[in-house]
């Protein structure tokens, strides 16, 4: 299977005006940061930092490693999901990437996510039970709880999900205008992928690897968490579905010969058929 390459990558989205915005919540991640920043595309057209609170020298940190960072701070309540929310308002791109600050998520995966957008979807998911991904960091009790909650959303909503908890995805900013996005902590990524499913937006998972934590602790509590993750589910199903057709974003026209070879990641449609 050939995949396109990063440039061509960088060149296809320039070329259908598509702006790269990376957003990165963070709290207190100082020690993790120059494992990750230094490692992001240069082609991106802004990477935001949102300071979820940090009391250690995560800003003056990610300012040294990156000097046209831009810098938001949570402006409601915390948590990765108000973390999120106050990133997807600052990002200035039509393609937004949401990324860990942990060193778990791999910026050399950022173009298979841009590829599949590119190629008609308007969510790429990062899966990490995929072939080609996998995780170094999951437990065995994090693993079972992520497999009966991926269960569930799938049975309530008769969709395919293989994962719903990786932190590396990406989706065409427009997408927030048919929804919101209202939930404060570590539940955003599954009502991301439920809400752009019950928009009927094209869904694209990618395999993903997710590496272990560098430094630090994480701040997902598996049993407080995923009650919140089940209870965010359930209410999404109260709530309604719809069961038509998803819609796919148009192709872009290659610019050069043999330029665009098309989605060339494996994939599943997480929306309704």
Excluded at 50 to 73: C, F, K, Q, Y
Excluded at 118 to 144: N, V
């Amino acid at each position: 299977m050939e995949i396109v390459s990063e440039g061509a990558i960088s060149s296809l989205a320039v070329h259908r005006g598509a702006r790269v915005s990376i957003v990165i919540p963070a709290h207190n991640e100082a020690e993790n940061l120059p494992h990750l920043l230094p490692r992001l595309p240069t082609w991106v057209h802004e990477v935001i930092l949102v300071n979820d609170h940090s009391t250690d020298e995560t800003e003056a940190v990610a300012r040294s490693l990156l000097p046209d960072i831009r810098l938001v701070h949570t402006q409601s309540g915390r948590g990765k999901g108000a973390a999120l929310q106050t990133g997807f308002a600052a990002a200035q791109g039509e393609i937004i990437v949401m990324m860990d600050a942990d060193g778990s998520s791999d910026p050399d995966e950022l173009p298979r996510f841009v590829e599949a957008l590119l190629a008609g979807a308007y969510l790429a998911k990062g899966s990490r039970f995929l072939t080609g991904g996998g995780s170094s960091d999951i437990t065995p009790l994090r693993r079972l709880g992520s497999q009966i909650l991926i269960g569930v959303a799938n049975r309530l909503f008769g969709v395919r999900f293989t994962d719903m908890f990786c932190g590396l995805n990406a989706f065409w900013k427009d997408c927030l205008s048919y929804f919101e996005v209202d939930c404060p902590g570590f539940e955003i990524e599954a009502l991301l992928h439920l809400r752009i499913c019950k928009a009927n937006l094209l869904i694209v998972e990618v395999p993903s690897f997710e590496h272990a934590r560098l430094h630090g602790v994480s701040k997902f509590r598996t049993f407080r968490d995923g009650w919140r993750v089940f209870k965010m589910i359930v209410r999404e199903r109260l709530n309604g579905r719809s069961v038509i057709r998803p819609v796919t974003r148009p192709h872009p026209a290659p610019i050069e010969e043999g330029a665009w070879t098309g989605l060339a990641v494996p994939g599943h449609l997480g929306a309704a058929q």
